[in-house]
T-cell receptor, first 114, second 113 residues
Framework: EPEVTQTPSHQVTQMGQEVILRCVPI?????FYWYRQILGQKVEFLVS????????KSEIFDDQFSVERPDGSNFTLKIRSTKLEDSAMYFC????????????FGPGTRLTVT | GENVEQHPSTLSVQEGDSAVIKCTYS??????FPWYKQELGKRPQLIID?????GEKKDQRIAVTLNKTAKHFSLHITETQPEDSAVYFC????????????FGQGTTLQVKP
């Protein structure tokens, strides 16, 4: 069964550094998402992406964040200047369509900002 | 703003008993309500979902009910087994077609053998 994959599984970075988290969505899916989960808390929506543009973003997704689909398979989340509070598990998800369609999550990247 | 409240935060049951987790949502135009199971250190896994035109859906030992008037939906697990132990998250998809999911706070379910 196809799955969403993410790399790396764990990323440690220093405050102020840029990080890029990578995702490979399920191949026939058209909508892509990033969520984050701070340890012990609920999953929070960051951004949705369709047809090579952001379709919706949350308040968390400020100017320090950006997303890109650089080729036909990868979907990336960039944080330009990381802060301590960016430490969290970041999940990528994908769905066949955006509306009323099941979202399948990747295994996550644990980002630790020191 | 959009919000999903989930209760209880922890639930402990004996193996074989039933477990019920409840969620309420704020956006009356929400039209899709999935439930995810997350084992420790793993990805959230979709276990069941319900759409706004349906009141109840069942899949083996798992069922979900939706009351649109009350903006309330629930997960029911019957004949619980130790492998059901995990954190369960409800979510709602608000109006619009971006697919955004708003998650509840999670329920830690412990099934004691």
């Amino acid at each position: 069964e196809p799955e969403v994959t993410q790399t790396p599984s764990h990323q440690v970075t220093q405050m102020g550094q840029e990080v890029i988290l990578r995702c490979v969505p399920i191949s026939n899916h058209l909508y892509f998402y990033w969520y984050r989960q701070i340890l012990g808390q609920k999953v929070e929506f960051l951004v949705s992406f369709y047809n090579n543009e952001i379709s919706e973003k949350s308040e968390i997704f400020d100017d320090q964040f950006s997303v890109e689909r650089p080729d036909g398979s990868n979907f990336t989340l960039k944080i330009r200047s990381t802060k301590l509070e960016d430490s969290a598990m970041y999940f990528c998800a994908s769905s066949e369509l955006g509306s009323i369609r099941e979202q399948y999550f990747g295994p996550g990247t644990r980002l630790t900002v020191t | 703003g959009e919000n999903v409240e989930q209760h209880p935060s922890t639930l402990s049951v004996q193996e074989g008993d039933s477990a019920v987790i409840k969620c309420t949502y704020s956006d009356s135009a929400s039209n899709y309500f999935p439930w995810y199971k997350q084992e420790l250190g793993k990805r959230p896994q979709l276990i069941i979902d319900i759409r706004s035109n349906v009141g109840e859906k069942k899949d083996q030992r798992i069922a979900v009910t939706l009351n649109k008037t009350a903006k309330h939906f629930s997960l029911h697990i019957t004949e619980t087994q130790p492998e059901d132990s995990a954190v369960y998250f409800c979510a709602a998809s608000p109006s619009g077609n971006t697919g955004k999911l708003i998650f509840g706070q999670g329920t830690t379910l412990q099934v004691k053998p």
